[in-house]
């Protein structure tokens, strides 16, 4: 692949436990994502989803193989180069929103830029405008418990945008939503990587969304099975959405 503004996973192990109970869970897994598509990592309960994306936002350690996001080998960084790395270049969405509960949304979604140091006045603006892309300007001061889950989600994405990564790492995005709060998620999902030509990479055993990705990379016990470059081939593959 080559291109520094991507993913690129080679040939990586990771093992969990010890003596008896060790059990591979990454095995020789290669894996790629381009900067403006998004790319869906889809595969059944177990496979290693997970697994996959922590190695690639650098919170879990791969046993062996190399790790480069954005021409960074992250395997071969120190732990606070990559924590810094991390802060700087990633944004992260989980299926439970992890918002603060005492924070109004605008203050949620300052956080990133608050821990990278930003005086908070232009943390809050920042902050404004990333709720305003999500649609949700006019709740901005409002507080977790007054919103719904669409709504906890969006918050979530103009929180994982807010410091403008170049990556945006979301692991089940979809799975707490109905399934219109879940299509309005991956629809900004998509605007993400196609109008602000991000990488997205979105863990999903969501059938719902795959009608959302620019290209799929199938999953079965640690390994990538195979890879689908378009959404027809995507299509052609899983007609019927499963
Ligand atoms: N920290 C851990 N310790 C031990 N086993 C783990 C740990 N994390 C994940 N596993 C195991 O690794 C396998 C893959 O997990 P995971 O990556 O979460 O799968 P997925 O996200 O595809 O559902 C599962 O069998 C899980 O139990
Ligand atoms: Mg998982």
Redesign the pocket.
Known sequence: MGTSLGIRVQAVNKS??RGEAR?A?LKQTTFSAETGRLTMLV????????????IIAGT?HADDGEIEVLGQRLDQMKSNAVAKFRAKNLGFIFQQFNLIPTLTAAENVSVPLVIQGHPYRYAEKKARDALAWVDLADHANFRPAKMSGGQLQRVAIARALVHDPQVILC??PTSSLDSENGQQVMELLRKAAAQRDRMVLV?T?DNRTYRFADRMAE?ED?RILRVLDTQEEIRMHHPLGE
């Open positions: 969990f436990g059990t869970v595969g059944p309960s177990g496979c290693g989803k997970t697994t996959l994306l922590s879990l692991d089940e863990v055993h999953m640690g």
